[in-house]
């Protein structure tokens, strides 16, 4: 029964394409829980377009990237097969503890971690600790990375097919990330981690839309300071770096869209002075054509709105998919004109041996101020056990952070965990692909800048207390906190994103 630990299974589903999901054959079954029943008609849904049922909740502009979760059904008959007669830990028992906690918010009973493992580790705290405090999908998921780690391939298959019966990625935020991360898992030990993490992404840009991505960013911003504390920091940052300048030019390397230029539009048409022009360069990394197309659409809106708050104004996109390799020519940089670069959340993608690279190109541009807004976790480790823990620390505080911003079927909530899902196949599963996300924390990117020969530039008091003025607006539990390397977003008094500002060392 090492099948799950060959390659023969990850060619299973190829092999096999409904035999074992096909809901005529096996969920019938007394024994089968309930979710098996709804990931087959999913299934099916998947396959036969017209089938798809309009009015279930559960978002139908994300069912084609739901087909990735179908490769986990094969654990249940695996285990099955493989525990009969070894009594203690046998099917019987555990479909039992299943049907009193089939895909609800309910705690597990915490007995199923103790029998799980009776020596539980101290650190983690006694057994079912957590569990009884709602908190067991860590244990569970740190249990199985271990297993994963040592390579125990009968314990691992074990601990899988428990996260794979009490977890939904439409349940509460602890059956939400034993769900993702449970797929990262098994892109793991099957060694098709690119491969997922390509059908993922394909998935996505298949059922991408504008007006989605639109009512996502708006809505996320709304309720969360992730992406608006790095804007009103950074936009601070360049105001004060370019004051007096009557021609400016900013280079944006990031991942939202323009939504953070319109209060910096707003604040240029109300400078005491005359009001100065403005040229965005806007640098896409995605591959797929309608990022470009998407792109210029929010130009011709950026437009607009310049053209209403009364800034001159100029847009350009390019397309550079390896930011390593940014051609300078193309950013066309004039001497007359003041050079601001933006960084948001785009350095993690570029890959480890180019970001020095990337950091000596900016510095070779000479500009007034970089700003770099980065998250605020280590996921450097080649140690596997060291990356999944820091991993799971940084997703867990997001996915908490969604779970007291959005209600639990907000179709805006879902995409945003999505992404996240393809990130921890990212980081997890792929670390021999050229598409391996490394993000570092703050301080590991203060040591690069400084290095490739920038200084710090301190945020001034007034964008501090823009950013304690912003978090005002959202739900308790938003703080920051600084040190000489920048200003940190925290969530329940833990840090989660850094942003920081820098200046050439002349």
Partial sequence: MDRLFTSRLADYQSEHPLSCFNSNKNCEDADTPRHIDSYNNHLSQFVVPSRRDKSRQCNSFMEDEDFSFKQFLPFKEMFNSNQTGKGTTGPNQFSSTRATSSRSSEVPDPSLFSELNPSFPEEFGPAGSRCVNGRWASNLLLECARAIAQNEKSRTQHLLWMLNELSSPYGDCEQKLASYFLQAFFCKITDTGPRCYTTLCSAADKTYSFDSTRKMILKFQES??????????????????????????????????????????EALATRSDDTPHLRLTTVVTSKEATAMKVMKEIGQRMEKFARLMGVPFEFSVIHQQHLHKLNVGVLKIRPDEALAINCIHS????????????????????????????????????????????????????????????????NERLMLERTSARSIVNILACEDSEVYERREKGAQWAWRLKEAGFIHAAFSDDVVDDVRALLKRYKEGWGHCSNSDGLFLTWKEQCAIWASAWKPCL
């Fill in 224 to 265: 969360s300071p992730w992406t608006t504390f790095g804007h009103v920091a950074a936009n601070g940052a360049i105001l004060e770096a370019l004051e007096g300048e009557m021609k400016l030019h900013i280079v944006d390397l990031s991942n939202t869209f323009c939504t953070q230029w319109p209060t910096l539009l």
């Fill in 347 to 410: 350095l993690q993608r570029v890959s480890k041996n180019g970001r020095d690279s990337i950091l000596s190109t900016f510095y070779s541009m000479n500009p007034k101020i970089v700003t770099v807004i980065e998250d605020e976790v280590d996921l450097s480790h080649e140690d596997f056990g060291a990356c999944f823990s820091e991993c799971l620390r940084f997703f867990s505080l997001f996915f908490d952070s969604l779970e007291e911003s959005f209600s639990r079927t907000s």
